[in-house]
């Protein structure tokens, strides 16, 4: 709320409260966590924390609009309670919201340039999406897995890269919890979209687009296995770094990818 507070006297303000209302907060806590592996003497790493978070805010509004969808776990899409028009510029000003936080608070100019990279892919991969629900083409597994690993798979692994940078991580210890982000965000992604199969939601038609087919029992144990797989590769990567808490309490968060049930 301290970093949203500066924008009181903004007409985005209220708009912004509404948007990050709600959530998961997997990925600043993936960051927080990623830190604390590493060391117990780093930067505060809840700004850029926050800047993830936000981040993935300003993502989700825009492919609510792209969607065209009217409902998003539990809440009124912002697009819907406050306009299309309103929705784009408060997704402008929520991505130079996230470019002050990391400017002000960080020295290090890497942080920067791994939100950038980050950003490019998010955007590559939702381009991606697009076209392949325009064309109504028939995707092959790599294909969903690249779409899986740009659009929600590369915040996972930013957010714990900048982790390991901000805990000032060894080359090893940031390729390590990089991995971990990774494979635990392709996991996600794709428990995701089992869990939306499983409530007969959009997942539906865009898995069918994958397989060609209706889906069948074979592709969702394929799916399944799937999550089970990258979720252990995650926990794997991890081994090379020393044993501590927050190592651990990494390790029980690629377990809940699997586990969960929303």
Not at 186 to 205: M, N, P, R
Request: hydrophobic share 40%.
């Amino acid at each position: 709320m301290e970093e949203l507070n500066r924008y009181k006297d903004s007409f985005f303000y209220k708009p912004l409260l509404y948007a990050v209302k709600g959530g998961k907060r997997i990925r600043p806590l993936i960051l927080v966590l990623s830190a604390k592996c590493v060391s117990d003497k780093h930067e505060n790493p809840y700004p850029a924390a926050v800047a993830v978070e936000l981040l993935h805010t300003e993502s989700l509004i825009h492919d609510d609009i792209i969607d065209k969808e009217t409902f998003r776990r539990g809440k009124t899409p912002f697009h819907v309670r406050y306009g299309e028009p309103a929705a784009i510029l408060s997704s402008d000003f929520t991505l130079a919201a996230v470019l002050d936080i990391l400017t002000r608070h960080y020295e290090n100019k890497q942080i920067l340039r791994e939100i950038v990279y980050s950003t490019l892919r998010m955007c590559e991969g939702e381009m991606m999406d697009v076209k392949i629900r325009s064309q109504g083409n028939t995707l092959n597994w790599e294909t969903y897995l690249n779409l899986v690993d740009k659009k929600t798979a590369s915040l996972f692994f930013t957010a714990a890269r900048i982790g390991a940078i901000i805990g000032g991580g060894k080359d090893f210890e940031i390729k390590a919890l990089s991995s971990f982000g990774r494979f635990l965000g392709i996991s996600y992604q794709i428990k995701d979209d089992l869990l939306d199969f499983e409530k007969g939601e959009k997942a539906l038609e865009f898995l069918e687009t994958l397989t060609g087919k209706s889906v069948d029992e074979k592709f969702l144990i394929k799916l399944k296995k799937s999550v089970e797989d990258y979720s252990r590769m995650a926990i794997e990567s991890l081994k090379p770094l020393k044993e501590s808490k927050a190592k651990k309490h990494l390790c029980n968060l690629a377990r809940f990818s699997v586990l969960r049930k929303f």
